[in-house]
């Protein structure tokens, strides 16, 4: 059996331990001693691709937002989508997840980041958003394990009202909103329409053929029309 073997290591803004291990051909994550993420549980996050770009395919010079590089998979998946003239930038916070994707995980999903489509910036994902006034056609989170924030509490801003204020107003017409999460939240959705969207949630793999983990992703837009066939629509929040 080939053993585990801790490679690199990396500090979180608020102070916490980020590992990445290698076990044979698989990479994870832990924060502080908590699994984060693993390669071979990367079904969601293309799921997260496939439905918050749906509405994309044949579009010309569409603009996406990725918040949260994590393994590279919802990145690669997103790239395969679009046309030659897309652009899709990466708002990560952290240094050593960008390093790692170059270093380690090019070989997981085609090295998306030397695709010339694609722009990385560092920094608070909520600064980038609020700043890009109808920037994108669509903007896809999956930042710490959705609104439970878990590496980072600054995080937790992004799932707040202002912070879903910020992804509408940093939307085009007819663009659409996607949030990964590792578990459910009717708080979360009911915000979502609080805030003016209409709001589609998923239910999806953590991994394919897998039916015991589950991840959910929810797809939000002023234009219900656009959301993606399937899933199951919120109930409207409380007055």
């Not at 924030?149 to 910020?166: C, E, S």
Request: glycine share 10%; proline share 5%.
């Amino acid at each position: 059996m080939k053993p585990t073997v801790k490679i690199a290591a990396a500090r979180t803004p608020d102070g916490s331990e980020m590992v990445l291990y290698q076990h044979d051909h698989d990479f994870f994550i832990k924060i502080n001693g908590q699994d984060l993420m693993h390669s071979r549980h990367h079904e969601s996050e293309l799921e997260l691709a496939r439905l918050g770009c749906g509405h994309l395919t044949g579009r010309q010079a569409p603009s996406i937002l990725i918040g949260g590089l994590g393994l590279g998979y919802t990145l690669r998946q997103t790239l395969d989508m679009l046309s030659p003239d897309a652009q899709v930038v990466v708002g990560e916070l952290l240094d050593a997840v960008v390093d790692w994707n170059r270093e380690f995980f090019g070989e997981l999903n085609g090295h998306p980041l030397e695709d010339e489509r694609v722009a990385i910036e560092m920094g608070d994902i909520v600064k980038i958003i609020s700043r890009s006034q109808s920037r994108f056609d669509a903007i896809l989170l999956d930042i710490d394990n959705g609104p439970d924030a878990m590496t980072n509490a600054g995080n937790r801003r992004l799932y707040g009202r202002k912070g879903i204020q910020a992804c509408r107003h940093a939307l085009r017409e007819q663009g659409c909103l996607a949030v990964w999460s590792a578990g459910p939240s009717k708080k979360f959705e009911q915000l979502l329409m609080s805030c003016g969207f209409h709001v589609r949630r998923f239910r999806v793999p953590a991994y394919k053929g897998c039916k015991s983990l589950s991840r959910f992703v929810w797809v939000a837009s002023e234009n219900k029309i656009i959301l993606p066939p399937g899933g199951s629509e919120p109930d409207l929040p409380r007055r």
